[in-house]
């Protein structure tokens, strides 16, 4: 088994992998809210309840036979190769096994009971050695007359459904006490392969059937309404070839339903009356299995690989009208602050995003993927992106058009993302953050100027043109392993936000002064008549002294690169930059040493903050001079508060 996400890294790698329970075949089972105990199983009824914690197992096949080259006809049970193993989703102590009839423990293998009675065709004509004359082939994949598929309603105890590799579907609705035959009419002799039961209607299921091993490759989807009295076929718009293996309805949008074929996913909006194919990056390639799971869909291929569409909220927020003149913005889906990057937080279109992962598996995007419709022809239209809080207050802002005013240099913060503005559907991802904190030209620190992260809590997303406007909300959820407070999430913010704001402070007017310097330079530079403005130029002279000295108390000039710090001294500003990145971190709590030292650099800051004070006076003091002379040259930004 392998995590489908990777928390502490980029992407997925073979070091996410674990041991499960079983073999090379079969189903795997286990209770959802509480994983400890696997069940797996592997050919010819062979079982076994593995331990995750103590990583033990132990086998409980029903009738521990060895049944290895005997002919089927002549087994005590029969099994597939791919033998139903599932939890019961009624009662998590339930595990239901399938051979040829159906078997039910509630003490984890310790027991079992038969529940039924033989649920395939028994044709024993079709049970003998297989591989003869050439070899006896008797490993169990050519079993035949065997229970295929169980599924148990989720919303009904003891509707259980069954069907088997020679064509026969049994419904229960009793816990297994009377079984009816509710196999569609007139069906022929087919591999039962998949058993949906609508999460919107109990009476409703559906099922995916093949006949590839009668050299039939077309499609097969049934739909009934009414606990399999009548059925339907909703193949319509799979080609011939592209055989069904499974299907699955949606289990927020009605109708929505996803199949799995041989030759990849099909997608119906309208429960099954058509079809399309939506293969995406998908490889052509059999699915053999789909399921809902959390706002995901998640794919297994024959290939023995998983696959994951991380996002189904575009599919279930689509609309069919003409999107080519439309300008929407859709609800994205619930995201959650964890930690780990990956591949998808880039836009498609972004050229410095990180390179493609091949050798090890890609993590979902760790922000909020935000979906939006451009009309045709979009290039005349600016797009601007806000998030605001849920008081209103902007939290950041993209846009479409570059800032003209952001000068990149090594070391420094990255300008931020351009919107993707193609004609059709987009996609953005914010990454839960404020806007980027300035830096300063020329100095490194090691350190991110990434703004903080947000805390879990609602927020809204606005999307303008210069003509209109959508907006929706977002939602951000806690990382569910960690047990922490609202007032513990409330409080870093608060900390993070008084940091952000003190390097934001510093940086602003560490490059403010250098404007100010700047101009006194170029002022001396001027003035040629060194007797008549020697006034002038001294004066200028013990500014720049003033500013330089004032500068090299809060950054590092030295330093030719980030590991220089370990050459030269860090000043305040990469102070305040060390403990944002101690504290900017998934786990809220904030330490009694970071409040400590936070204090302390506010102590450190004030009396230099009020040495710029004093230098704003000088330059008033220097433009009075220069203005007594006719010489008005130097002007001063105002140091945002």
């Known amino acids: 088994m392998i995590a489908s996400r990777n928390l502490a890294g980029y992407s997925i790698s073979d070091r996410d992998w674990s041991s499960s329970a079983g073999g090379e075949s079969a189903f795997i089972a286990f209770d959802p809210n509480n994983p400890k105990f696997l069940m797996g199983g592997s050919y010819q009824g062979t079982i076994e309840v593995y331990d995750q914690e103590i990583k033990e197992s132990k086998g409980i096949m029903i009738a521990p036979i060895q049944y290895q080259s005997l002919q089927p006809k002549n087994m005590k049970y029969r099994f597939n190769w791919n033998v139903p193993i599932i939890n019961s989703p009624n009662d998590p102590s339930v595990f239901y096994h399938a051979g040829n009839v159906l078997f039910r423990t509630n003490n984890k293998g310790i027991n079992w009971d038969v529940i039924s009675p033989d649920l395939t065709r028994h044709d024993t004509t079709k049970m003998g050695q297989s591989g003869v004359p050439y070899t006896n082939e008797g490993a169990g994949g050519e079993n035949y007359a065997t229970i295929a598929y169980v599924a148990e309603s989720p919303y009904e105890k003891g509707v259980i ?41 109990k009476a409703t299921a559906y099922i995916a059937t093949t006949r590839y091993k009668f050299n039939d490759l077309a499609p097969a989807i049934y739909k009934t309404t009414d606990y399999g009295k009548t059925w339907t076929n909703i193949s319509n718009g799979i080609p011939y070839g592209a055989y069904t293996r499974c299907v699955r309805e949606d289990d927020v949008i009605k109708d929505l339903l996803y199949a799995g074929t041989e030759t990849g996913f099909y997608i119906s909006y309208n429960g099954g009356k058509t079809w399309k194919q939506q293969q995406l990056n998908l490889p052509v390639t059999p699915l053999t299995d789909l399921m809902v799971h959390k706002g995901n869909l998640i794919a297994s ?13 575009i599919f279930r927020q689509y609309n069919r009208t003409d999107t080519t003149k439309r300008f929407d913005l859709f609800k994205p889906t619930d995201a959650y602050r964890v930690s780990g990057g990956s591949a998808l937080d880039a836009s498609p279109d972004d050229e410095e995003g990180p390179p493609p992962i091949y050798s090890s598996g890609t993590n979902p995007s760790s922000g909020v993927s935000i979906y939006y419709l451009v009309p045709a022809k979009p290039d005349s239209i600016k797009l601007t992106l806000d998030i605001l809080d849920d008081k209103g207050q902007l939290v950041r802002s993209y846009s479409t058009k570059e800032d003209k005013k952001f000068v990149k240099f090594p070391g420094g913060p990255e300008a931020e993302a351009l919107l993707p503005n193609k004609p059709g559907l987009n996609r953005f991802v914010w990454d839960m953050r404020y806007e980027t904190l300035p830096g300063v030209q020329n100095v490194f620190i090691e350190g991110s100027y990434q703004g903080r992260k ?7 997303a606005r999307l303008k043109t210069d003509k209109e406007e959508k907006t929706t909300t977002i939602n951000i959820l806690p990382d569910p392993r960690i047990n922490a407070t609202p007032a513990e ?8 936000a008084e940091v952000d704001n003190k390097i934001k402070e510093i940086h602003d007017a560490v490059n403010q002064m250098r404007i100010v310097r700047s101009q006194v330079n170029e002022l001396i530079e001027l003035l040629t008549d060194t007797v008549m403005y020697k006034g002038v130029i001294d004066s200028g002279k013990k500014l720049v002294k003033k500013i330089t000295t004032w500068e090299e108390k809060l950054v590092q000039p030295k330093a030719q690169s980030n590991d220089d710090i370990i050459n030269f001294v860090n000043m305040l500003s990469a102070d305040y930059i060390f403990l944002k990145g101690e504290m900017d971190v998934n786990i809220p709590a904030v330490t009694g040493g970071q409040q400590q030292r936070l204090a302390e650099l506010n102590a450190l800051w004030q009396p230099i903050k ?13 433009n009075t001079l220069c203005r007594s002379l006719n010489i008005e040259k130097i002007t001063i930004p105002v140091i945002s508060k």
């Open 610 to 622: 009020n040495e710029y004070s004093d230098i704003q006076k000088q330059v008033a003091d220097f």
């Open 301 to 313: 291929t024959m290939g023995r690989a998983f696959w994951i569409l991380d996002d189904l909220t």
């Open 161 to 201: 459904w069954t069907g088997s590799d020679d064509g026969l579907v049994y419904l229960t609705k009793d816990n297994g006490k009377t079984w009816s035959n509710v196999t569609p009419a007139g069906l022929s002799e087919r591999l039962i392969n998949c058993i949906e039961v609508s999460p919107h209607d």
């Open 454 to 460: 947000v805390a879990p809590g609602k927020f809204t």
């Open 489 to 496: 999430y409330l409080q870093q913010q608060q900390t993070l």
